[in-house]
């Protein structure tokens, strides 16, 4: 029995695709590690 690409899911095509997965698990850190270090950045007080 042929399986047809039309019976998969989007999201079980999604989270099959390893590149997918590389680039979501190496821009959601950088992303997030940079929005917290510019917040962070902005809330320390300025020297006197």
Known sequence: MAEN?????FMQKLLDSY???TVIGVLSPTILYTLWG????M???LAK
Do not use: K
């Open 5 to 9: 690409d039309d019976d998969v899911p």
């Open 19 to 21: 590149y997918v997965l």
């Open 38 to 41: 510019i917040v962070d950045i």
């Open 43 to 45: 809330n320390t007080p």
